[in-house]
């Protein structure tokens, strides 16, 4: 069973490379498509359950705190870009543009959150409990990810 740690970082890993994938594609193709749907889908479950999770954790303790409300603010003007990413045409400049934006930002953060935010979160929650942690991640983005689709299928009957 993985850690925590090890869990949040194997999901970063999957979203820097399909962010270069993306980065990759032209105009709207179905390859872009795929890819930014399959990162959409995996980020904001991802943020979700992290946040509900890790940060829950974090935010609870003072000595977490700061970090913790920081990454979850981080989350909510990631979660705005990706949403504003959806509702621009594929092919236009503009979403290329905003893109590169929101691949930088996502990008810092991740790297923020592994090299900043676990070493407190390590103090914070100790060694007991993180694979138990990691586990409880995994099962909430699983439901979250549903979660994701539904809210998708409804803004699409809207």
Known sequence: MSTIYETLKQDHERHRKLLATIADTHGDSEERR????????????????????FYSK??????????????VAEHKELDDMMEELNETD???PAWL?????MRHRYEHHIDEEEEDI?????????????????????????AEIELVEEKAEEKLEE
């Open 34 to 53: 795929k890819a930014w749907d399959e990162f959409y889908h995996d980020v904001s479950a991802h943020a979700a359950a992290e946040e509900e999770t």
């Open 58 to 71: 974090l935010i609870a303790d003072e000595e977490g705190q700061q970090e913790g409300r920081h990454s």
């Open 90 to 92: 594929f092919s236009s």
């Open 97 to 101: 543009t905003k893109f590169k934006d």
């Open 118 to 142: 676990f070493p407190v979160a390590e103090d914070v929650i100790g060694e007991d409990g993180n694979e138990k942690l990691g586990a409880a991640f995994e099962k909430r983005k699983d």
